[in-house]
Structure formats: C-alpha cells, structure tokens
C-alpha cells in the first residue's frame, strides 16, 4: 500500500497562511515586541490535570534523562523575561497528546507573548486587536462577560455555590453520560465540561467573547484576586470566536513559592486520579525566585485563529500536514 505523502492542507491555503503569519509579525513589529525562540524540549512539562505532556528520554553530559516536549513555550519566555527581555512574543512548536480532533492536532502553532507592566485589560484590548487585524472580515463587537454570569443565564446553576453533586448530574447529563459517571470527579471536571458543551457554542457569534472572573481553582499560572462578589478568582480571561477558543491571557503569577505549591497540588490531584506525576520545571521556579517583572500574557492558538480567518471546516485543512498524516 503506497502511503499517502500529499500535504493535508492546499498549496493556495499555505500561502494564505504564509501571508497571515506575516501579519502576525508585523503587528508586533509595529508595537515594537520582539521574536524569540526558545526550546521545544524541557526540565519540566505541564502538571495541568487536564492536558497530557509528551515526553521523551534524551543521552546528555550527564547521562540518560527525561525531558518534556512543551505544551507552550511558557516557561522559557519567563525565564527570558526574568532575565530582563522586556517584551516578547513567539510563534512556537507545542505538543499535547491525545488532542485530535476539528479544532486540535498533537502538535500545533502556539501564538505566545508577554507585555511588562501591563494590565490584564490592556492585555484584551492587544489580543482583541490582533485578532481583528489578522482576521479579514469584521468579527463584530468585543463583549465581555463573567463566568458566574454565563452559568446563571445558560445553565441556572451558581458555578461557585451550587452543590458538586448538582453539578456532577448536571455535566453527566449534558453530556450524555450515565448516572455517577462522575461520581470521582472534581468541581472543575464538571465546571469544564459544562462550559464546553452548554456555553461555549454560544460564544463568539456574530462577537468577540471575553470571558473573565474564572473560579480561582483554575488560575493556574495567573495571579488570582476578588470580584465584585467577594469571591476569589482567576485574573485571567479568554477571548473566543464562532464558538471556538482561540486565546487565554493571564496577570502572571510572579511568586515562586506559590507557583511551587500549584504544581504540587496538581501533582496530588494527578495521582489521584490515577494518573502519572510531571517534573516540575524547576528552571522557571529558579527565575520566579530571582524575579520576573509583573507581566501579562497569553497563549493565541495561531492554528485556529487561521482556521477561523480561512473559514475552514477542520484544523487539519490550514496544516501542511496534520498529526495522522504527518
């Protein structure tokens, strides 16, 4: 059987995005954010619960050892800008495993940058403006809304005091799923699948969606603050389109003893879920230790903003070649 070695994407597509990349750069030209790039292998990979790093086993001056394919050029960017970069932004190689699929592939173009001393809000307006300036049609309005606020209008539910086991009948049965399906699962488990399978198709119509005033619980590497509420939340937001995620944008969390405690606790939630612990990068805890300078950032999903800009069905259609045919 002869194996199919053609290009997933068509040659006029690659040059479309080409020119769309080219208009990435030179918006941050303008803006004067310099390119860098940084290793696809590292120390550490992603504690996230919810993603699966890859990695691999390397001979080094020091012998055999493990290093991790990233999931976002992350934690060298901030290795970089505790070393005094000052703005800096990268289109970088990402992997993730087990993610194929109309809106995913394995491996994948992550749109990443990072602004000193700006605010989370300055930080939208940047990503809402590139979005628009890459996009060739009007997306309409930028929107903005709170988390709390899109659980109580779509779904009636309090995402922060309804009860876990509502939540977890909730989610099974949105998701198709049977009774106690989720019996283990954590309140985010649950949080996240109703918000991909209820909400989210709602966003982004005919708009550019803001989502901000995430549950603390999924700051991850973000500072986190009060709402207007009271309640303790993430100081991040993500940006979507036609139902589709294309950005999430933190204020960085910039403490190192902190960010050792989250990745300590993501490893405790990993193991009992029964999965397998990660290296903690302990280069990025070296340079929060050292200081980094406070920052915003985001992680842009290049791939699907093109897809989005191309008005194409799969991601694989603005891929040279996706992860099956790679």
């Known amino acids: 059987m002869t194996a199919n070695w053609q290009p997933t994407a068509s040659m006029e597509t690659l040059r479309e995005r080409a020119r769309l990349l080219a208009a990435v750069r030179g918006f941050f030209s303008e803006r004067e954010v310099w390119e860098v790039e940084t290793p696809v292998l590292g120390q550490g990979g992603s504690t996230d619960v919810h993603l699966v790093s890859l990695a691999a086993l390397a001979r080094t001056d020091k012998?055999?050892?493990?290093?991790?394919?990233?999931?976002?050029?992350?934690?060298?960017?901030?290795?970089?800008?505790?070393?005094?970069?000052g703005p800096i932004f990268q289109l970088a190689r990402s992997f993730r495993d087990g993610e194929v699929g109309s809106r995913h592939n394995i491996e994948f173009t992550m749109l990443e940058w990072y602004q000193p001393g700006y605010t989370l809000a300055q930080l939208v307006e940047e990503t809402t403006a590139l979005v628009m300036h890459v996009l060739p049609f009007s997306p309409g309005p930028v929107v903005h809304y709170r988390y709390r606020e899109l659980f109580h209008r779509h779904l009636e539910v309090d995402p922060?005091?309804?009860?876990?086991?509502?939540?977890?009948?909730?989610?099974?049965?949105?998701?198709?799923?049977?009774a106690g399906a989720l019996a283990d699962d954590g309140r985010d488990t649950c949080l996240d699948l109703l918000m991909s399978l209820v909400i989210e198709p709602h966003l982004g119509q005919q708009e550019l969606s803001v989502v901000v005033d995430y549950p603390a619980s999924q700051a991850a590497l973000a500072?986190?603050?009060?709402?207007?509420?009271?309640?303790?939340?993430?100081?991040?937001?993500?940006?979507?389109?036609n139902g589709v995620e294309l950005a999430n944008?933190?204020?960085?969390?910039?403490?190192?003893e902190e960010q050792r405690r989250r990745f300590n606790d993501d490893n405790e939630e990993r193991r009992r879920?029964?999965?397998?612990?990660?290296?903690?990068?302990?280069?990025?805890?070296?340079?929060?230790t050292h200081g980094m300078p406070?920052?915003?950032?985001?992680?842009?999903?290049?791939?699907?903003l093109i897809q989005q800009a191309l008005k194409k069905a799969r991601l694989e259609d603005v891929l040279a070649f996706s992860t099956p045919n790679c």
Do not use: C
């Open 63 to 85: 012998g055999q050892r493990k290093l991790w394919l990233q999931t976002s050029p992350e934690f060298h960017m901030k290795r970089l800008l505790a070393a005094g970069s």
């Open 160 to 178: 922060f005091t309804t009860s876990l086991d509502t939540l977890r009948t909730l989610a099974a049965e949105r998701a198709n799923m049977p």
């Open 223 to 241: 500072r986190r603050h009060q709402d207007a509420d009271g309640e303790w939340v993430a100081s991040r937001f993500e940006l979507y389109l």
């Open 249 to 256: 944008g933190y204020d960085e969390l910039t403490d190192a």
């Open 273 to 288: 879920l029964g999965l397998p612990a990660v290296d903690v990068d302990e280069h990025l805890l070296a340079a929060l």
């Open 294 to 304: 406070a920052a915003s950032g985001v992680a842009l999903g290049i791939d699907r």
